[in-house]
């Protein structure tokens, strides 16, 4: 790409689903070919888009129950079959003796040593196998005619719990008229009838417990009969959300049990414990208004921990630790206060006295340990990193790690000094193959005076001497972590290896800059955080190797509300624009949108409250409002089955633009989502991105 040309990126963080990429939808063309890792063209070191897919994606974790051997899965994807696959694999706790246990034609995961530690469990095609770490060979243990689609063994290894898809609720024509089982239509008399990237059909996520009996499941029992409730919760619980005591005697899950417009409108999940033996249910959580998830137990059974936010409504609060006496449920405290910070991976050492974590600390993800009998924090890593997914090894900790420039690998981490090595190395190879952009940390100036922790992103081989473009990056969400992550969507990776500088300032409402920072965005759109993006962009271009005369700017959801906000307000500053599922009109997003807690907490109240000032302020923010400035080419792209953001939003932004005048260019993915997941789909975008830009930039 050539120089003298500055982009302002704007970009929304994943919401809820806090750690990784969504994986991309198999669109299976073949059933029977097998993908492995790929063979990828390189030319001068360059990274490319092909290059970026042909990366292995490091997936679920396991540690042994000794701590000596790690299964994990890679998945690999195949451009022109527009899939991919995973499979098993399995080392020592140090990286040595690494080998592959699976290669099949479908995907293997949801990994979980057996408690005994002779066989690793998995799923594949909704059925559970176990496979034999040293011979690798397999037994499926589940015959069962449901769908698997997660499990949890007894610290016993006696019961098993399933998590299994179940039809509760009569939705479809076909359900409700037997004579028109051709009929194609959905029936619902409230909210919440569809959710981020599904319709609700009348499934719902239920927890079965089933018995082991000589390796094989006997049996599985709901024990959620008749409740239109998800457990685990939807759409992005997962095993997490459970816990069994180690004296296999109670299971502990998480539940909304709310329906219609109360679902729609409230966080409040809670915990509930299920006897098996009595099959009774008791809600354990009652008086607290938000989100409750995630529980465990502590090694010798006394103790309950979870995840707790304490303000109703409002789903970027902060995660407080929470711990009580169990079974009596009493002496319920809050054991993080003195960390300003969204605890996760959470791991309990044996001695019950200590735990392993992860927070955010001046927006990169880092290690920590609590001691309980002081509950004093102490931070063991730092640096340009994000940690995840922390479990213990013997005497040593074991995390996945990830940076702005490296995918995600598996780290094994000292707890004494958090000195922490690669051991996966999966990608080893292709990195020593490209030429690896470089990352910095900065910290710039608000208009209000506050220090705002910015990432830059160089070009390979950069040259302070010669002019470059820029592509400033800002997280949507609106709140979220903006740590130094890798993402194979939004590649900083990919855009610094084009030849730009890429600038990623945490503006208002990111999550790990403190819980006052995260909060300042809420009923404050197209502020102070738009004020936060330009004085980055405004610094940065002081750089003598900026080309400040040469500025673009994109975003995706709120980051994409950011686009269309600054379209109506730069006044001339920028040469082109892109919007990825963004908000355009504000009023029609809270009527459409369908997790109506996440709109009423963000705006203060419905676009009908006209003696809401707080909501009237919100709505006066809508970039809808500000067409008529509009004088800038803009792209706008959306998913069809985008449900957060429906899709007409960026129809009527497109549409506004063409009816004014402007230049502009409309991608519509049909059976996309609120993000571009397909392999050839992305590769789509990514190169009509950068056309775009090169368009009205070079």
């Known amino acids: 790409m050539k120089k003298g040309v500055i982009i302002i990126l704007t970009m929304a963080a994943m919401m809820a689903c806090k750690n990784a990429d969504r994986q991309p939808v198999s669109n299976e063309k073949s059933a029977d070919v097998y993908i492995g890792q790929p063979d990828v063209k390189i030319e001068n070191r360059q990274m490319t888009p092909e290059v970026l897919w042909a990366f292995g994606r490091v997936g679920e974790v396991a540690v042994s129950p000794d701590g000596k051997r790690i299964a994990y899965t890679i998945t690999y994807y195949s451009i022109s079959e527009n899939k991919g696959n995973a499979d098993i694999y399995l080392m020592d706790s140090d990286g040595g003796n690494k080998k592959q246990l699976t290669k099949t034609v479908k995907r293997e995961g949801s990994l979980a040593w057996l408690p005994s530690g002779e066989a690793i469990a998995f799923l594949r095609d909704g059925k559970l196998w176990n496979i034999n770490p040293d011979d690798g060979s397999e037994t499926q243990i589940s015959d069962i005619k449901e769908s698997i689609d997660g499990f949890l063994y007894s610290p016993q290894g006696d019961k098993i719990m399933l998590a299994i898809s179940t039809k509760i609720e009569k939705r479809s024509g076909a359900d409700i008229y037997d004579d028109l089982d051709k009929s194609n239509v959905l029936i619902y008399d409230d909210l919440m009838y569809r959710h981020w990237d599904s319709w609700t059909d009348g499934n719902f996520n239920h927890i079965y417990i089933a018995d082991i009996q000589d390796g094989k499941i006997i049996e599985a029992t709901d024990i959620m009969p008749g409740e239109p409730y998800h457990a685990p919760t939807k759409p992005f619980g997962g095993m997490e959300e459970t816990a069994w005591a180690p004296d296999g005697k109670t299971l502990i899950y998480t539940c909304k049990k709310l329906a219609g417009k109360d679902y729609a409108f409230s966080t409040n999940t809670d915990l509930y414990a299920y006897n098996p033996e009595t099959k009774e249910t008791t809600l354990i959580t009652p008086d607290l208004p938000g989100y409750d998830k995630n529980p465990q137990f502590s090694p010798d059974g006394t103790k309950l921990l979870w995840s707790s936010m304490k303000r109703a409504g409002f789903e970027a609060d902060k995660e407080r630790m929470m711990l009580m006496d169990y079974p009596a449920c009493t002496n319920m405290r809050d054991i993080s206060e003195s960390l300003d910070a969204s605890p996760s991976s959470i791991a309990w050492a044996k001695d019950g006295n200590t735990l392993f974590l992860t927070a955010p ?95 830059v992103i160089y070009p390979p081989n950069f040259d302070r001497t010669k002019k470059y473009p820029l592509l400033l990056i800002c997280t949507g969400g609106p709140q979220g972590v903006l740590g130094p992550s890798f993402s194979y969507r939004w590649s900083y990776m990919l855009m610094a290896a084009q030849g730009y500088v890429v600038v990623i300032p945490a503006r208002r409402g990111t999550s790990g800059s403190g819980q006052e920072w995260n909060d300042a965005i809420s009923k404050n759109h197209g502020e102070q955080e738009e004020r936060d993006l330009l004085s980055a962009i405004d610094e940065v271009c002081k750089e003598p190797w900026a080309d400040k005369n040469r500025v673009g700017a994109t975003g995706a959801s709120y980051g994409g509300y950011s686009i269309y906000h600054l379209a109506g307000t730069h006044k001339g500053r920028f040469k082109a624009f892109l919007a990825h599922a963004g908000i355009f009109n504000m009023e029609f997003m809270y009527t459409t949108t369908e997790e109506m807690f996440f709109e009423q907490w963000e705006t203060g109240g419905a676009p009908w409250e006209k003696e809401n000032a707080v909501a009237q302020r919100s709505y006066a923010h809508s970039p809808h409002l500000l067409i008529k400035n509009w004088d800038t080419p803009i792209m706008v792209v959306h998913g069809e089955n985008d449900f957060r953001v429906p899709y007409s939003q960026g129809m009527a932004a497109f549409n506004s633009a063409r009816m004014n005048g402007v230049e502009a260019r409309l991608l519509i993915f049909p059976t996309e989502t609120h993000w571009v997941l397909s392999p050839q789909n992305a590769l789509v975008w990514q190169r009509e991105f950068f056309a775009w830009f090169d368009k009205y930039l070079k």
């Open 361 to 455: 600390f001046q927006e990169a993800t880092q290690i920590y340990r609590l001691d309980l009998a002081t509950a004093a924090f102490t931070r063991l890593t730092d640096g340009i990193q994000d940690f995840q997914g922390v479990q213990l090894a013997g005497d040593a900790l074991i995390a996945t790690r990830t940076t702005n420039v490296v995918p995600l690998e598996i780290y094994r981490v000292n707890p004494a000094d958090g000195q922490a090595v690669d051991i996966s190395q999966v990608n080893a190879d292709l990195l020593s193959k490209i030429d690896v952009p470089t990352a910095e940390k900065r910290f710039i100036k608000t208009t209000d005076g506050k220090d705002m922790v910015t990432w």
